[in-house]
């Protein structure tokens, strides 16, 4: 037996550890994968980093780089003055990287310049927005990378598009959705619904952390006041994202919020409180890209708050509507929600076993 395939994974922001936990489980399967987990600390708090590690049994990472927020440009630069010397170290045989944030791309390119194979988890997707940062970081790394694992077939298309030869290219499926099946059961024990005073359905849960929506004044005063109306019809529950939180204090509209009566403002949440929180709530209204598919398997209703997103399937098989920032129509979208039927869709390939399939090609082509 020839030694094993040494992978650096890649982690650095809260979605990216629900994708990467279900990776190095199924890589720790095998003997022939041997795994190093690399945290940039681009999400370095114990509600948005730490906790994820305790709750989806994730082992520490082997090599924190503490880079820490800043404006793209520089936290990408950082990621990647940090991260070059620990690929020359440890001279992997590939680098794997998941999602669409700064981490991803950074490191990407580090391999790419370094002639190490990248491995691209979540290729594929497109908001054809580019104002949106992910979406900058999602097109340069799948166009720098070896190999491409895809979780919808709007992936294969966009991937075909753009010239990517389409041997690199696997519909695997969704590892989010993995970690999901996985711990549901668990969720279900978490006591959040008592902690907060809260009845099953008799809720929303919100979420916003999106620049578009939180950074520009208007588009997030008009999503407060669709929350305020909605709020006097229902009890709003509202993790509050550190980005979103900055910006409601910078502009005078935390106590504003807070004094709604029936609006709930508390601290983000670890994966198992939260999943439990979400998967007994009425409405889910969100801008976050993961929660459109974790919300579609669940069988919530789901209200975006953008006008376009990268994860078609979770509105043609979901639960997704897209509702923008326009008060009236995130209000209207809500109470049209309540008198729709409930969808439990389950698309191809989100079935608990992306990550199998991932590890089999990863030993078939690396």
């Keep these: 037996m020839g030694k094993p395939l040494k992978i650096i994974h890649v982690v650095g922001a809260r979605p990216n550890f629900i994708k990467i936990a279900s990776i190095l489980r199924a890589c720790k399967k095998t003997s022939k994968i041997e795994s190093l987990l690399v945290h940039t600390g681009q999400h370095y708090t ?16 082997d090599i924190d780089l503490e880079v820490g927020s800043d404006s793209h440009a520089q936290q990408t630069a950082e990621i990647m003055k940090h991260f070059e010397p620990v690929v020359l170290e440890h001279n992997p045989d590939a680098i794997l990287v998941v999602g669409d944030v700064n981490s991803t791309i950074a490191c990407a390119l580090v391999a790419a310049k370094l002639g190490v194979k990248t491995v691209h988890v979540e290729a594929g997707l497109r908001s054809f927005d580019r104002t949106m940062p992910e979406e900058v970081n999602r097109i340069l790394t799948d166009a720098i990378s ?43 024990n978490s006591r959040i619904l008592d902690e907060l005073n809260l009845l099953v ?48 204090t910078a502009n005078r509209l935390m106590q504003k919020t807070k004094d709604l009566p029936n609006m709930l403002l508390i601290k983000p ?10 998967s007994e709530s009425k409405v889910v209204i969100t801008d976050s890209g993961g929660i459109q598919e974790e919300t579609t398997i669940l069988g919530i209703p789901c209200l975006t708050v953008r ?23 995130i209000v209207g979208s809500y109470r049209e929600s309540l008198n729709k039927a409930r969808l439990h869709t389950r698309p191809k390939f989100w079935d608990g076993i992306a990550s199998e399939r991932i590890v089999r090609i990863l030993l078939n082509c690396l």
Aim: aromatic share 8%; glycine share 6%; charged share 25%.
């Design 146 to 188: 070896d190999l491409l694992f895809v979780t919808e077939p709007s992936g294969l298309v966009n991937l075909k598009r753009e010239g990517i030869d389409g041997t690199k290219v696997h519909f695997v499926g969704n590892v989010m959705i993995d970690t999901l099946e996985l711990h549901k059961k668990k969720a279900s």
């Design 307 to 329: 006008e376009n997103t990268e994860r078609p399937i979770t509105i043609t098989e979901g639960t997704n509507v897209l509702v923008g920032t326009d008060t009236n129509r």
């Design 46 to 61: 114990e509600n948005m980093s730490k906790i994820f590690f305790k709750d989806l049994d994730i082992p520490f990472p």
């Design 201 to 248: 359905g008799q809720y929303v849960v919100v979420t916003l952390h999106r620049p578009s929506n939180v950074d520009q004044h208007q588009a997030l005063i008009r999503i407060l006041n669709a929350l305020a109306e909605i709020q006097k019809e229902i009890k709003i529950v509202f993790p509050i994202h550190p980005r979103t939180y900055k910006q409601l």
């Design 269 to 278: 949440l670890g994966y198992l409180n939260f999943l439990k929180l979400m």
